[in-house]
């Protein structure tokens, strides 16, 4: 198979790395670099487990080529993190009000939410379900998943007009 050289900029950390033409990014992060976080669901683009933030967008990484990510800057769930590795606002959020059970779509779910938020800091609860929609959850029935954006968006902005 054709290899080719990939530079990228993954969680803060540049990445080199000799990649198969037709590897998918979700197989590139979790196979050869052993970034788990973003899950493999449906590999169809429907459920979002495998959401990232590439370029300041929310990308279903089963979607695109590793190739295609040449030079991107790319977030995934284990950079969301604050630079002291306690958890986000965000993911804090999800904890306080049980934005998830299984788990499986948590890390897809937050990074969605990540860009939304950069997107629209002041969401209204409809904004948020309909920023989420392409991800999906099996277990919440979203409701906590909504209350924690909420929260988050909250405490964001609190903390911003304290700053000011």
């Excluded at 695109?64 to 804090?92: R, W």
């Amino acid at each position: 198979m054709a290899k080719t050289q990939v530079t990228m900029t993954i969680n803060g950390a540049e990445v080199e790395s000799l990649v198969e033409t037709r590897t998918l990014l979700i197989h590139f992060l979790r196979d050869d670099l052993g970034i788990t976080g973003p899950h493999i669901g449906c590999e169809t683009s429907h459920c979002g487990a495998c959401t990232v933030d590439l370029n300041g967008m929310s990308v279903k990484s089963c979607t695109m080529f590793a190739v295609q990510a040449e030079g991107a800057d790319i977030t995934t769930i284990e950079g969301m993190a604050e630079a002291d590795g306690t958890l986000s606002a965000l993911q804090q959020a999800f904890v306080e009000e049980h934005g998830l059970q299984c788990g499986f779509c948590t890390p897809g779910m937050i990074t969605r939410a990540h860009r939304l938020l950069q997107e629209n800091p002041n969401p209204t609860n409809e904004e948020i379900r309909w920023g989420i929609s392409g991800n999906l959850c099996r277990c919440t029935g979203y409701q906590n998943i909504v209350k924690a954006i909420r929260n988050a968006a909250d405490s964001l902005n609190a903390g911003k007009e304290a700053a000011e």
